[in-house]
């Protein structure tokens, strides 16, 4: 069975910090990696995708994907109390499905 | 705009009733796909459709049924059979294998 692990959190950054997101998989065969941020009773929205080795940046998110290691990041910087919500990590499964992990929840606190 | 649609936002099942949950897609996206959310569970995958006339049982199948005969539809039916129905129902689809879900805004099914 594939996997994505997340640490549930609460993550509780002040204001203006660098929030860091952590996730592992368990296929070493995965090749596309997602983020997705659902706001408390909404719906996931897709905030950054990442499918090589390295770092991948948009705005004040920040996307690291280590192949070797079987582990993808996501940071935050100047983080907002807008920015607390719930992030999903997802990852491409072997039927062409995305394998989501469960979540780790932002507390930004001003 | 593209984006797609899910319908209605709540909805209210007695024990015994088959309800049917409706997502639509104006996108042009050739997989759909059907969730189901829980309290701390996580995301898992009730069915997924890759193409018209075809779909795929994902992890937690049981209970439901759906359909694919257009590319544009991709109706969930959660079933007498499915005991515990009472969830958060998400539709997405994407441009294909390998590429992120656009989700709808979800629908809320309680049993009453």
């Known amino acids: 069975q594939k996997e994505v692990e997340q640490n549930s959190g609460p993550l509780s950054v002040p204001e203006g910090a660098i929030a860091s997101l952590n996730c592992t998989y368990s296929d070493r065969g995965s090749q596309s990696f997602f983020w997705y941020r659902q706001y408390s009773g909404k719906s996931p929205e897709l905030i950054m995708s990442?499918?090589?080795?390295g770092d991948k940046e948009d705005g004040r998110f920040t996307a690291q994907l280590n192949k070797a290691s079987q582990y993808v990041s996501l940071l935050i910087r100047d983080s907002q109390p807008s920015d607390s919500a719930t992030y999903l990590c997802?990852?491409?499964?072997?039927?062409?499905?995305?394998?989501f992990g469960k979540g780790t929840k932002l507390s930004v606190k001003p | 705009d593209g984006g797609i649609t899910q319908s209605p936002k709540y909805l209210f099942r007695k024990e015994g009733q088959n309800v049917t949950l409706s997502c639509e897609q104006n996108l042009n996206h050739d997989a759909m796909y059907w969730y189901r959310q829980d309290p701390g569970q996580g995301l898992r995958l009730i069915y997924y459709s890759q193409i018209v006339n075809d779909f795929q049982k994902g992890d937690i199948a049981e209970g439901y049924s759906v359909s694919r005969e257009k590319k544009e539809s991709f109706p969930l039916t959660v079933t007498s059979a499915q005991k515990n129905p009472t969830a958060f129902y998400l539709c997405a689809s994407s441009i294909g294998t390998g590429n992120g879900y656009t989700f709808g805004s979800g629908t809320r099914l309680t049993v009453v």
């Open positions: 990442i499918y090589s080795n």
């Open positions: 997802a990852v491409d499964g072997s039927q062409g499905n995305l394998i």
